[in-house]
């Protein structure tokens, strides 16, 4: 059925107008950014395919490449694209509304702020919130991508960066793309490392994330820092 073919009250963009975004299904909104379909099915018809696919699930939609989402009739790079860059909007969106608390008082407020940043990566990176007395944010910093080991988080960046935020503590973090959040033997020697390094300039870590699309591991929370 073409959008054309229904009641303008059900077209998906009369819908907002008359009724509100709220009023939107997920293939209905996703089907305005995709502005059209196909000679052989509508948009609300292509969004609900793609969205299928992904058992309905934003997160997961985000990960695909253009290329993933070029393997759907009607879907030419130009609506990958656009369909790519939506969904970066609203990360970002996430992001500044979890950077708009000034101060970090739990493990939950610190994963509000990594997820949107690493929670739906395919490869690891490591990341650390520099913090002020008071826990206010300071800043943040990506030290490394594409594994955790000793040699690919060099803890002289880490401190370097601490002096040059003026902090006092710190969180590390990085993401388990496999969505484990159990943390390795690696995961566990860094961390101790850290914390002995952070003790020589005065620099407490407070806390070590392992972060995924929907869940967190705290080494302070589960005793283990």
Same mark, same amino acid.
Request: glycine share 6%; with cysteine; net charge neutral.
């Given at each position: 059925?073409?959008?054309?073919?229904? =009641?303008?009250?059900?077209? /998906?963009?009369?819908?907002?107008?008359?009724?509100?975004?709220?009023?939107?299904?997920?293939?209905?909104?996703?089907?305005?950014?995709?502005?059209?379909?196909?000679?052989?099915?509508?948009?609300?018809?292509?969004?609900?395919?793609?969205?299928?696919? #992904?058992?309905?699930?934003?997160?997961?939609?985000?990960?695909?490449?253009?290329?993933?989402?070029?393997?759907?009739?009607?879907?030419?790079?130009?609506?990958?694209?656009?369909? +790519?860059?939506?969904?970066?909007?609203?990360?970002?969106?996430?992001?500044?509304? =979890?950077?708009?608390?000034?101060?970090?008082?739990?493990?939950?407020?610190?994963?509000?702020?990594?997820? /949107?940043?690493?929670?739906?990566?395919?490869?690891?990176?490591?990341?650390?919130?520099?913090?002020?007395?008071?826990?206010? #944010?300071?800043?943040?910093?990506?030290?490394?991508?594409?594994?955790?080991?000793?040699?690919?988080?060099?803890?002289?960046?880490?401190?370097?960066?601490?002096?040059?935020?003026? =902090? #006092?503590?710190?969180?590390?973090?990085?993401?388990? %793309?496999?969505?484990? #959040?159990? %943390?390795?033997?690696?995961?566990?020697?860094?961390?101790?490392?850290?914390?002995?390094?952070?003790? +020589?300039?005065?620099?407490?870590?407070?806390d070590h994330l392992i972060v995924t699309q929907t869940s967190y591991y705290s080494f302070a929370d589960e005793g283990t820092l």
């Amino acid at each position: 059925m073409k959008i054309k073919s229904l =009641a303008e009250n059900e077209r /998906p963009r009369e819908k907002l107008l008359t009724h509100g975004k709220q009023s939107l299904s997920d293939a209905e909104l996703l089907a305005i950014i995709l502005g059209s379909g196909s000679k052989t099915e509508s948009s609300i018809h292509l969004a609900q395919r793609i969205l299928f696919s #992904v058992n309905y699930n934003w997160n997961e939609l985000a990960k695909l490449s253009i290329h993933d989402l070029c393997k759907f009739n009607g879907i030419g790079k130009v609506k990958a694209i656009e369909i +790519i860059a939506s969904l970066e909007i609203g990360r970002r969106k996430s992001l500044q509304e =979890a950077l708009k608390k000034e101060k970090i008082t739990s493990s939950q407020d610190a994963f509000n702020i990594l997820q /949107p940043i690493i929670g739906d990566h395919t490869i690891e990176e490591f990341w650390v919130i520099f913090l002020s007395r008071s826990n206010q #944010v300071l800043g943040k910093e990506k030290i490394s991508q594409g594994g955790i080991t000793g040699t690919t988080v060099d803890f002289r960046i880490i401190f370097k960066h601490a002096l040059e935020f003026n =902090a #006092v503590s710190l969180i590390i973090s990085h993401n388990h %793309p496999s969505g484990n #959040v159990k %943390p390795s033997n690696s995961d566990i020697q860094i961390t101790h490392e850290i914390k002995a390094a952070g003790k +020589i300039l005065n620099i407490s870590l407070m806390d070590h994330l392992i972060v995924t699309q929907t869940s967190y591991y705290s080494f302070a929370d589960e005793g283990t820092l």
